[in-house]
């Protein structure tokens, strides 16, 4: 256990719905990272906030959003999902960005 | 925007050799981590290792060493003594950003 919980931890869904991806940071971690990994590709940075504000964005659709919250859990919420969303969601977790602990991860399938 | 180039996308060793995996970022920072994940078939994100910028010393994590080199910008990955359980995809990290990774295959 990283001590980053990611869930849930499969998702199945149409096209067109919206879907909430939940994540509990490591305990005293203020930052929280979300990442899209497709199918044998890397990990694209989607978001990043620290302490609730949001710090940094990357390559998020405009039909994706995030908050953290102030018990420091994220949401990432995807909208009008495609087909094409279907990926891997990582959270990730840090302290000042010496380190990122990865949950397991958010399997998602849009059908 | 800050990348993350690794240019090796399949990599392989035999079994007990050594491998070196290449990594180059770009910054203007003088102060950073620098760090090398490995992701498995069970596709969970482990951390291999992680390199200060300012010190100079290359960091080792028993099989696993860095050649860090500032001033190139380069942070290659060392893996000695390959094991089969090393197979996996290696990503390089600067910044929360990351590279493409490199497939390592280890042949028995």
């Known amino acids: 256990d990283s001590g980053v919980t990611q869930t849930p931890k499969h998702l199945i869904t149409a096209t067109g719905q919206r879907v909430t991806l939940r994540c509990s940071p490591r305990?005293?971690?203020?930052?929280v990272y979300w990442y899209q990994q497709s199918l044998d590709q890397g990990l694209q940075f989607l978001i990043q906030y620290y302490n609730g504000e949001e710090r940094a964005k990357g390559n998020i659709l405009e039909r994706f959003s995030a908050q953290q919250f102030p018990d420091l859990h994220s949401e990432l919420n995807l909208s009008s999902l495609e087909l094409g969303d279907s990926a891997l969601y990582f959270c990730a977790s840090s302290v000042g960005g010496q380190s990122y602990t990865f949950g397991s991860g958010t399997r998602l399938t849009v059908v | 925007a800050q990348t993350v180039t690794q240019s090796q996308p399949e990599m392989s060793v035999q079994e007990a050799e050594t491998v070196t995996l290449s990594c180059t970022y770009d910054?203007?920072?003088?102060?950073?981590?620098l760090f090398w994940y490995k992701q498995p078939p069970s596709r969970q994100m482990i951390l291999v290792i992680r390199q200060e910028a300012y010190k100079q010393q290359n960091a080792t994590e028993n099989r696993f060493s860095v050649n860090f080199q500032k001033a190139a910008k380069s942070f290659s990955l060392k893996i000695s003594d390959s094991q089969l359980g090393d197979a996996a995809m290696y990503f390089c990290?600067?910044?929360?950003?990351f590279g493409a990774g490199t497939r390592l295959t280890v042949k028995p």
């Open positions: 910054t203007s920072e003088s102060d950073y981590y």
């Open positions: 305990s005293g971690d203020l930052s």
């Open positions: 990290a600067y910044d929360m950003r």
